[in-house]
């Protein structure tokens, strides 16, 4: 199994400031047949369903606020909040889908 | 637009078996790949496996003894069936739509197994 790692578990940003989690997998989820990365993000706020972020790495989902980036290739991955709002309090996960089964990293939980 | 509703006990037996349907709205359970994916109570996310409409299916080595995943394209529902279940299993299950990243989920369903 591929195993994702997220860095780090918890992290406190203030109301505008940068936030970064990074992702890490054990082998490559870089496709090379089609140059994709096979990884996404998700926000998963208290009570709620996870909601997806970005796929391919770096393809933001639809309505999703541009002050999210998802960056990354190969085995090392980053989201970023360019300016956190109240509402971006939340445990976040990447998985890939480049292998079976998927696996999700363990989730960072970020707190203002 | 798309709306994925779960439906299924909420409790379960030791040993008995787990039964979850996903109904979907505003789409076709023949355009797209499901996928089932849990969470133990304060726990991270498991992929439990997907499926293609045709029945092509793909399951977690670690739960394939005991699922199934299973679709009825005349009712645009999706199946979860988990046999033997125990405390273990106990989680939110939520039904998904797509395999490469999942842009649409279910309320999910709390499962408790317990007697």
């Known amino acids: 199994d591929i195993v994702m790692t997220q860095s780090p578990d918890s992290l406190a940003v203030s109301l505008g400031e940068r936030a970064t989690i990074n992702c890490k997998s054990s082998?490559?989820?870089?496709?090379?047949?089609?140059?994709?990365?096979?990884l996404g993000w998700y926000q998963q706020k208290p009570g709620q369903p996870p909601k997806l972020l970005f796929y391919?790495?770096?393809t933001r989902a639809s309505g999703v606020p541009d002050r999210f980036s998802g960056s990354g290739s190969g085995t090392d991955f980053t989201l970023t909040i360019s300016s956190l709002q109240a509402e971006d309090v939340a445990v976040y996960y990447c998985?890939?889908?480049?292998?079976?089964?998927?696996?999700f990293g363990q989730g960072t939980k970020l707190e203002i | 637009q798309v709306q994925l509703q779960q439906s299924g006990p909420g409790l379960v037996k030791p040993s008995e078996t787990l039964s979850l349907t996903c109904t979907v709205s505003?789409?076709?359970?023949?355009?797209?790949?499901w996928t089932w994916i849990r969470q133990p109570p304060g726990k991270g996310l498991e992929w439990i496996g997907y499926?293609?409409?045709?029945?092509?299916?793909n399951y977690n080595p670690s739960l394939k003894s005991r699922v199934t995943i299973s679709v009825d394209t005349s009712r645009n529902q999706c199946s979860l069936t988990l046999t033997s279940v125990t405390a273990a299993d106990t989680a939110v299950y939520y039904c998904?739509?797509?395999?490469?990243?999942?842009?649409?989920w279910g309320q999910g369903t709390q499962v408790t197994v317990s007697s």
């Open positions: 998985q890939q889908y480049y292998g079976s089964p998927r696996t």
């Open positions: 998904t739509r797509g395999h490469y990243g999942n842009d649409y």
């Open positions: 499926i293609y409409y045709s029945g092509s299916t």
């Open positions: 082998q490559t989820v870089l496709e090379s047949s089609d140059n994709k990365n096979y």
């Open positions: 391919w790495a770096s």
């Open positions: 505003g789409d076709s359970i023949s355009s797209h790949y």
